[in-house]
């Protein structure tokens, strides 16, 4: 009841509230994309906007920024969304901050959304602070997992190098802003269902910067985060030698070699293939550990994995306590049984 009974209250509270766009009861969530090809760290920050939605009954809604009619736009309303916006402008066809906050701000106004969510991409961090910052808002960054408790959200954030956890709640008016870590809920949970498509054209001011090619490394990187099967190694394996057994591993299940960061501060892998809160963060399918114990720093860049196996002689290491499927031995005797088992299945 607006102004509880006081029809002069009651009609100011009205008007404050249509100046403000009515009532907020939208999220929106940000997909990311290069020439129309998804960046599918954006189906996690879907699948996290799906699950606040249901806990706090508000309806989602994705916003693709875009310079023409994106063939990705009916991909996304493949999923259980109230439709999606394409925010529509000629100077959108390559990313700038300036362009991605003109188009967000342009967005954010005609909806007038509770919550942004996002993924904690490079990108995100260049233009999101922007848009908030226009809006007289914060940006709630690199979350792990999110708590709803009457009406509001708790979100979990990891600092001192994933030593600790910080619990985070937003104050101040809405909309807010809140990104999530890769690998912090799953892409492949995302609720399928049936959107519709709508283009918003968006009014983009001066482009204050000219993107050159997006830098590439003399070597090509190895982004764990888009493989289904990890096979990842730590010092158990005690020599760089020995890394070549779990190769053979990665090898007869089509999975991708990874590490601890003692071996690749050792340097007997490359640092792209670490995995931790100082390497990158992944959600396979299937992780397998070998002769990792599980520090803290490791645990909270693989924990979000589908299956879990790990093979470590230690029957007290942390791992096990995150483990689906645990193997107390020596890999050097179970990681060739392993092999044959898996050469044996796809015979």
């Given at each position: 009841?607006?102004?509880?009974?006081?029809?002069?209250?009651?009609?100011?509270?009205?008007?404050?509230?249509?100046k403000?766009?009515?009532?907020?009861?939208?999220?929106?969530?940000?997909i990311?994309?290069?020439d129309?090809v998804?960046?599918?760290?954006?189906?996690?920050?879907?699948?996290?906007a799906?699950?606040?939605?249901?806990?706090?009954?508000?309806s989602?809604?994705?916003?693709?920024?875009?310079?023409?009619?994106?063939?990705?736009?009916?991909?996304?309303?493949?999923y259980?969304?109230?439709?999606?916006?394409?925010?529509?402008?000629?100077?959108?066809?390559?990313?700038?901050?300036?362009?991605?906050?003109?188009a967000?701000?342009?967005?954010?106004?005609?909806?007038?959304?509770?919550?942004?969510?996002?993924?904690?991409?490079?990108?995100?961090?260049?233009?999101?602070?922007?848009?908030?910052?226009?809006?007289?808002?914060?940006?709630?960054?690199?979350?792990?997992?999110?708590?709803?408790?009457?009406?509001?959200?708790?979100?979990?954030?990891?600092?001192?190098?994933?030593?600790?956890?910080?619990?985070?709640?937003?104050?101040?008016?809405?909309?807010?802003?809140?990104?999530?870590?890769?690998?912090?809920?799953?892409?492949?949970?995302?609720?399928?269902?049936?959107?519709?498509?709508?283009?918003?054209?968006?009014?983009?001011?001066?482009?204050?910067?000219?993107?050159?090619?997006?830098?590439?490394?003399?070597?090509?990187?190895?982004?764990l985060?888009?493989?289904?099967?990890?096979?990842?190694?730590?010092?158990g394996?005690?020599s760089?030698?020995?890394?070549?057994?779990?190769?053979?591993?990665?090898?007869v299940?089509?999975?991708?070699?990874?590490?601890?960061?003692?071996?690749?501060?050792?340097?007997?892998?490359?640092?792209?293939r670490?995995?931790?809160?100082s390497?990158q963060?992944v959600?396979?399918?299937?992780?397998?550990?070998l002769g990792?114990?599980?520090?803290?720093?490791?645990?909270?860049?693989?924990?979000?994995?589908?299956?879990?196996?790990?093979?470590?002689?230690?029957?007290?290491?942390?791992?096990?306590?995150?483990?689906?499927?645990?193997i107390?031995?020596?890999?050097?005797?179970?990681?060739?049984v392993?092999?044959?088992?898996?050469?044996?299945?796809?015979?």
């Open positions: 009841m607006l102004g509880n009974g006081d029809a002069k209250a009651g009609a100011v509270e009205l008007v404050e509230k249509l403000n766009g009515g009532p907020r009861n939208m999220i929106l969530v940000f990311e994309h290069k129309c998804l960046n599918k760290t954006s189906l996690e920050a879907v699948n996290a799906q699950l606040i939605g249901k806990d706090l009954g508000l989602v809604t994705a916003v693709l920024p875009c310079d023409k009619d994106c063939s990705l736009a009916q991909e996304i309303a493949g259980n969304l109230e439709k999606v916006i394409v925010a529509k402008n000629e100077k959108l066809g390559i990313y700038t901050p300036d362009g991605y906050a003109d967000w701000e342009a967005v954010i106004k005609a909806t007038n959304p509770k919550y942004v969510v996002m993924s904690h991409t490079y990108q995100v961090r260049d233009f999101a602070p922007k848009v908030a910052a226009r809006l007289g808002r914060e940006v709630v960054g690199d979350c792990i997992r999110y708590r709803a408790d009457g009406g509001k959200l708790t979100l979990t954030r990891r600092i001192f190098l994933g030593k600790l956890d910080a619990d985070v709640t937003i104050g101040g008016d809405a909309p807010y802003f809140v990104t999530f870590q890769s690998g912090s809920f799953r892409g492949d949970a995302a609720e399928k269902g049936s959107a519709t498509v709508e283009t918003m054209e968006v009014a983009i001011g001066d482009i204050r910067m000219t993107p050159e090619a997006p830098f590439q490394e003399a070597k090509v990187s190895v982004d985060t888009k493989s289904e099967i990890i096979v990842a190694v730590g010092r394996i005690k760089q030698e020995n890394i070549a057994l779990a190769q053979q591993l990665a090898d299940l089509g999975a991708d070699l990874a590490a601890s960061r003692p071996i690749c501060d050792s340097e007997w892998l490359p640092i792209d670490q995995i931790g809160s390497g963060t959600a396979p399918k299937v992780y397998i550990a990792i114990s599980g520090a803290i720093q490791h645990i909270v860049g693989m924990k979000n994995a589908g299956t879990i196996v790990a093979v470590n002689k230690d029957s007290e290491a942390p791992i096990f306590d995150i483990a689906d499927y645990g107390v031995g020596d890999l050097f005797e179970a990681v060739p392993i092999i044959e088992e898996v050469k044996k299945a796809k015979a």
